[in-house]
């Protein structure tokens, strides 16, 4: 069966991070790019956790390259009028990342 939405679900996440999605053509892995962000999206009926860790290490060596945050986003797919919240998947080496970017208030109990 075919799935018309993808685009729209990548379109969305993309939107999340303020940044913009590359059409699928492109034949890189990452979906999208922002100022902070780089990462993939991906809107399966089922993903196991292993392949979800798999997804966030390369993020995160995506994010890397880029002097960016790696981050894999993750849409459910449970069928038509089902709906289902975006996860946002990072590895902690990201967070650690992301979370040095934090102002002092939130970084002091550490």
């Not at 995506?62 to 709906?83: E, I, N």
């Not at 990072?90 to 939130?106: G, H, I, V």
């Amino acid at each position: 069966m075919s799935r018309t939405n993808w685009k729209q679900v990548e379109r969305d996440a993309a939107a999340l991070f303020g940044a913009r999605r590359f059409p699928a053509n492109m034949g890189g892995r990452l979906d999208f790019e922002g100022p902070l962000f780089v990462g993939q999206v991906k809107n399966p009926r089922v993903l196991s956790l292993a392949a979800i860790e798999r997804l966030a290490i390369e993020m995160t060596l995506a994010g890397a390259r880029h002097d960016k945050t790696g981050v894999v986003v993750v849409k459910r797919s449970a069928g038509a009028g089902v709906p289902t919240p975006f996860l946002v998947v990072m590895t902690q080496a990201s967070w650690n990342d992301l979370y040095r970017l934090l102002p002092e208030p939130f970084t002091e109990a550490r």
